[in-house]
């Protein structure tokens, strides 16, 4: 357990106060609001729920489109990543849609789903599909040959071959995959709130900033941002967790 | 001919041919069932041939490259700056980490609302949305770059009396080059996609404009050319990065023994 | 890591400093060369404490392909330590050209360290260590990355580089787990116990140079004093209660 580092949040004070003075004495609130109003707000938000319910909403298309991506990801990487074949069969199609940025499929989504969970779903799923994909595909392909070897002459069967060797093989890669996805999803979703301004925390800050409620919409920022950092430490967990079988150099620090 | 040449041959046909099979199944399907969301391909091939080669077009085209360019070069600079600095001063390192662990969980699209308010609706309102998604990435990886510089390394720099200046520049900036080359990958793809983020809100060209624009005149076949250009962009984009890494670190590949691309 | 070393070192001489692993032999040459400050006790060089790496200090490292710079070309690197020398470009160039000629390299100048086999490396190494004409010249595990041959011929381009490098003598300070090369080499041998790193013992070789890796290696005397070395770690290994026996 590292410990605490008093010179860096020191500085996060420091920088703080320093906005606070700098605010009211050049009079921005205008353009910036004070940091006392900014953490009065968050209380508040908090407080009175809105702000978790925004972030509850977000959570929802979040999870269900993370979720999707994770599971075809993960099953057509090992699929795919296990056959020479399927592999080349497959990757004029995946080169073609991968590098289509899921933001730019937002108003195909909204014709297509209309405005709600579906379509956030969409996009998510989407944009978090590929670098799962591609990881998974990663990793199958460099599973260790005498893994494979010791499993055939031990009789287990192609699909047992999938699940003992090259899923675990691939883990550390699938990780890695999941951790950029899982930012990746979080932007596309927000940014699909924005865009729609129906629900969630992104269309939430969309409207303060049309009402010129600049200390609740930073708020937000700020819980976007402990959002976003939560979700990353939590995956870290969950990683050296269930991998702590790969050595240091390989697993984020 | 041989049998291996065959064989590459035939599973490049093979990816091919796939392609091509999902592209006729699209089609067809689209022509059978003809739905609005869903033209078929030539339908879109047919607009996207029309209307890429028009001046408007293209000059969305570069309003968007510019816009790019513009924030990736400043976000690119702050973020090796930064993480040169944070990588070879452990003050540095130590006093910044919250500040930028924090700014860096915030997801790039949170601060444009934020961007509005000060900068409007502009080209400085993009510009900065775009640097402050691309100056993470880098950072972070000049960070690692810089701190997984060899011991000797270090000691030979100190052995040299190098001022700490000289070190940065002339021995921790080449070492940590590969590193710092891998975060401008990164970087370039959410470029791309902030610039699109950006243009969605309140702009009057360029290609994400362009596509909502479509959208909202239920143009579909001209929004799919928009997304195809789009992709097409993202992919050259990545080519010709590849290349430029290729000549940057030429000598690190035939240190390390790998084949360059 | 070290505890209790107390020692001189006596100009124009090689010294080798041997141990077993971990006792500290890597720790004490970065005593020596400044890079690492003492908890307890000094490090002088000529009546003065060093604090940071002294100018007239070279030192060579066991790792070639980490000290030198990949990004550079072999001359580059040589001429890395004339930067402040206050030469004329065609002066350092020269004098890289130079050292890199006594080291045994011809026509490597344009070429890049890693396009080199690890032996001729490690001479680029030490040639950039040689150009400033340091007097004193450090060197950690040197050949303990090269195949045994060259290991070998490295050893007596040290000797050269000893003996007359530009008719002067360098002082050296060489560290090895390899006792035959320790005895081989020196004029004087100092014996590091383990944990924590202790001087055990300060061995003069007392052999005739030049020193010729058949003749000498098989003399009485090159035999006894390796004896003596491998004797005085082992009961010392003993009363650390490392050996079983």
């Known amino acids: 357990m590292k410990q605490a580092n008093l010179v860096g949040w ?120 590929w670098p799962i994909l591609i990881n998974t595909l990663y990793g199958a392909r460099g599973a260790d040959r005498l893994l494979h070897d010791v499993a055939r002459t031990s009789g287990v069967t192609r699909l047992g071959r999938l699940v003992s060797v090259t899923f675990p093989a691939a883990l550390p890669s699938i990780a890695t995959g999941i951790r950029v996805s899982a930012s990746l999803a979080l932007l596309v979703g927000v940014t699909a709130e924005l865009v729609t301004g129906t629900e969630g925390i992104g269309s939430y800050m969309q409207r303060q900033q049309l009402a010129y409620q600049l200390p609740e919409l930073y708020a937000a920022i700020v819980v976007t941002g402990f959002l976003g950092y939560a979700i990353n430490v939590a995956l870290r967990r969950a990683e050296r967790h269930f991998l702590f079988w790969v050595g240091e150099g390989r697993l984020a620090r | 001919m041989t049998a291996a040449f065959l064989n590459r041959v035939g599973r490049r046909l093979l990816g091919a041919v796939v392609f091509g099979a999902a592209l006729g199944i699209w089609e067809a399907w689209a022509r059978s069932e003809p739905s609005f969301l869903f033209p078929p391909v030539t339908a879109v091939l047919e607009r996207a041939w029309q209307v890429w080669p028009t001046t408007d077009f293209l000059t969305s085209v ?62 400085g309102m993009r510009i900065a949305v775009i640097a402050f998604a691309v100056c993470f990435p880098v950072l972070v990886n000049t960070v690692e770059g810089v701190r997984a510089v060899a011991p000797e390394t270090r000691d030979t720099a100190a052995m040299l009396h190098l001022g700490l200046a ?19 990958r990164v970087a370039l793809s959410i470029g791309v996609i902030m610039v699109v983020i950006s243009e969605f809100v309140g702009a009057s060209d360029g290609i994400g404009h362009y596509i909502l624009f479509q959208q909202s005149q239920f143009n579909v076949p001209e929004m799919y050319g928009g997304i195809l250009f789009l992709g097409l962009l993202g992919y050259v984009l990545n080519r010709l990065f590849l290349l430029v890494e290729d000549h940057l670190l030429s000598w690190h590949f035939r240190a390390a023994g790998e084949p360059t691309r | 890591m070290l505890s209790d070393v107390t020692f001189d070192v006596r100009e124009g001489e090689l010294l080798s400093v041997v141990g077993p692993s971990g006792c500290g032999k890597t720790t004490l040459l970065r005593l020596l060369c400044g890079l690492t400050p003492p908890s307890d006790g000094s490090v002088l060089f000529n009546g003065k404490a060093v604090m940071r790496p002294p100018r007239e200090v070279a030192l060579v490292f066991q790792d070639y392909s980490r000290s030198l710079f990949p990004w550079l070309s072999v001359i580059r690197n040589v001429m890395l330590p004339l930067r402040r020398a206050g030469l004329r470009r065609g002066e350092k160039i020269a004098r890289a050209e130079a050292v890199l000629q006594e080291m045994g390299l011809h026509g490597v100048a344009r070429k890049y360290p890693w396009e080199l086999s690890g032996g001729m490396q490690q001479r680029v190494a030490i040639a950039r260590a040689l150009v400033s004409r ?109 050996l079983g026996v």
């Open chain 1, 10 to 129: 020191l500085f996060v004070v420091l920088v703080t106060g320093l906005l606070e003075v700098g605010v009211r004495l050049f009079e921005l609130r205008d353009s910036v609001p004070a940091p006392s109003a900014v953490l009065r707000a968050l209380a508040e938000g908090v407080s009175s729920g809105t702000l978790s319910g925004e972030v509850g909403t977000t959570l929802e298309s979040y999870a269900e489109g993370l979720g999707l991506a994770i599971a075809a990801g993960i099953v057509l990487g090992l699929v795919i990543g296990s056959s020479r074949t399927l592999l080349e069969a497959s990757s004029i199609v995946i080169e073609f849609l991968r590098p289509i940025p899921a933001v730019a499929l937002i108003p195909l989504a909204i014709m297509v789903f209309g405005l709600g969970l579906p379509m956030r779903r969409f996009v998510i799923a989407y944009a978090a599909l």
């Open chain 2, 166 to 184: 000289e070190t940065i520049f002339r021995i921790y900036l080449p070492a940590a080059l590969p590193s710092i080359v891998a975060g401008l």
């Open chain 2, 62 to 123: 570069a309003a968007s490259l510019e816009r790019l360019a513009a924030g990736y070069a400043l976000g690119a600079g702050i973020g090796i700056a930064a993480g040169l600095l944070m990588g070879s001063l452990r003050a540095a390192r130590r006093t910044l980490e919250p500040l930028v662990e924090f700014l860096r969980a915030v997801p790039p699209v949170a601060i444009v609302p934020a961007v509005i308010v000060v900068l409007g609706l502009g080209n």
């Open chain 3, 134 to 242: 340091p007097k004193i010249l450090l060197l950690d595990e040197p050949f303990g990355s090269v195949d045994a041959l060259t290991r070998t011929e490295l050893q007596d381009v040290l000797l050269r580089v000893h003996g007359d490098f530009e008719e002067r003598r360098v002082t050296i300070v060489h560290v090895t787990h390899d006792i035959d090369e320790a005895v081989y080499l020196s004029d004087r041998v100092l014996v590091l116990g383990s944990a924590p790193g202790r001087l055990v013992a300060s061995i003069d070789v007392e052999l005739e140079r030049p020193r010729v890796q058949t003749a000498t290696r098989s003399s009485p005397r090159f035999l006894a004093v390796r004896n003596e070395i491998h004797d005085v770690i082992a009961s010392r290994e003993r009363e650390a209660g490392h």
